[in-house]
């Protein structure tokens, strides 16, 4: 199965998080615009990649490989909650008022979230990709 697709876009989520972390560190408040529209584009790019993961990814191994099939659906059932709390963080943080008023809940609550997505990305590029490209889960 190809799947550069997702590798690219993983690419690109990643790539947004290190710019939402460069301008964080410059300042919340003081660069509360930038902080808010990459949050929004970033946002795009996350579900763009759950919808095609959804639409195609899963449901294309829930019909191969047992050993596969499983190993996707709990990347799927997994994913459900990291995807749901990113939305909710983006959703209360698009905002550039919103930024500038609470800079440092806004910075905490980035550092969980982020963290987060970046561990499972990092996880699926490391385990759940090379497993579907060999056509088998790697070991535990």
Request: proline content about 4%; hydrophobic content about 45%; charged content about 25%.
């Amino acid at each position: 199965m190809n799947i550069d697709k997702f590798k690219h876009q993983h690419l690109d989520i990643l790539d947004s998080i290190a710019r939402l972390r460069a301008s964080s560190h410059e300042g919340v408040a003081e660069h509360a615009d930038e902080i808010a529209a990459q949050i929004v584009a970033m946002s795009g790019l996350v579900r763009l990649h759950l919808a095609v993961e959804n639409e195609t990814l899963y449901p294309a191994l829930a019909r191969g490989e047992l050993r596969l099939a499983r190993m996707s659906q709990a990347y799927q059932a997994e994913m459900g909650d990291i995807a749901a709390e990113y939305l909710a963080f983006a959703g209360r943080w698009n905002l550039a008022s919103r930024l500038a008023k609470a800079p440092e809940q806004f910075r905490q609550e980035a550092n969980r979230v982020l963290r987060n997505l970046y561990q499972r990305i990092r996880r699926e590029d490391r385990e759940f990709y090379p497993a579907i490209e060999s056509g088998a889960p790697s070991p535990a």
